[in-house]
T-cell receptor, first 112, second 116 residues
Framework: GNSVTQMEGPVTLSEEAFLTINCTYTATGYPSLFWYVQYPGEGLQLLLKATKADDKGSNKGFEATYRKETTSFHLEKGSVQVSDSAVYFCALAHSGNTPLVFGKGTRLSVIA | GAVVSQHPSWVICKSGTSVKIECRSLDFQATTMFWYRQFPKQSLMLMATSNEGSKATYEQGVEKDKFLINHASLTLSTLTVTSAHPEDSSFYIC????????????FGAGSRLTVL
């Protein structure tokens, strides 16, 4: 079946540090890949996505590249800010009206 | 952009009572909505797929009689937690896919249920 594995947190970084949150997936065919972010007390928001191999999704300084050969979609940001503190979820979905399959989430805390 | 609204955002109830949570797509029609439950330590569990005009499809291990889902219109799905118990306390999140969404799901802000 389909599954998503992401690095366990919590991750604590100083402001302006480099961020990597690893995500790997298991799926049949060619799923679309997503990163969602959940700020404290809120629902999930789409951060970025990629729909095919070698696509790079980017938004708000975050980026992730769909690597089919390593079945990965690692999230990176060159310089994190305190406002980036949140829980980040990696997810996949196939085409059609199918639900997302989520990783367990990684909590990021950025300290000034 | 596509917006999904949930209500209430926060509810406290006594054990044994029932609670209804509404999920509305505000600016698009959604033939399918998804209900997730978020447990402590963050993990999201898909509970069921809500289909407009037909029965919901429940994931394995989710009690159909306890978590009643009704999708009566193209913009509204409801989740009713019946005879709630403290172990049902959780964060419930609905989501829907705008037709133009290219697999992107839009999520509601979530409803936090606390059962005393």
């Amino acid at each position: 079946g389909n599954s998503v594995t992401q690095m366990e947190g919590p991750v604590t970084l100083s402001e302006e540090a480099f961020l990597t949150i690893n995500c790997t997936y298991t799926a049949t065919g060619y799923p679309s890949l997503f990163w969602y972010v959940q700020y404290p007390g809120e629902g999930l928001q789409l951060l970025l996505k990629a729909t095919k191999a070698d696509d790079k999704g980017s938004n708000k300084g975050f980026e992730a590249t769909y690597r089919k050969e390593t079945t990965s979609f690692h999230l990176e940001k060159g310089s994190v800010q305190v406002s980036d503190s949140a829980v980040y979820f990696c997810a996949l979905a196939h085409s059609g009206n199918t639900p997302l399959v989520f990783g367990k989430g990684t909590r990021l805390s950025v300290i000034a | 952009g596509a917006v999904v609204s949930q209500h209430p955002s926060w509810v406290i109830c006594k054990s044994g009572t029932s609670v209804k949570i509404e999920c509305r797509s505000l600016d698009f029609q959604a033939t399918t909505m998804f209900w997730y439950r978020q447990f402590p330590k963050q993990s999201l569990m898909l509970m069921a797929t809500s289909n407009e005009g037909s029965k919901a499809t429940y994931e394995q291990g989710v009690e159909k009689d306890k978590f009643l889902i009704n999708h009566a219109s193209l913009t509204l799905s409801t989740l009713t937690v019946t005879s709630a118990h403290p172990e049902d306390s959780s964060f419930y999140i609905c989501s829907a896919r705008p037709e133009s969404g290219a697999n992107v799901l839009t999520f509601g802000a979530g409803s936090r249920l606390t059962v005393l």
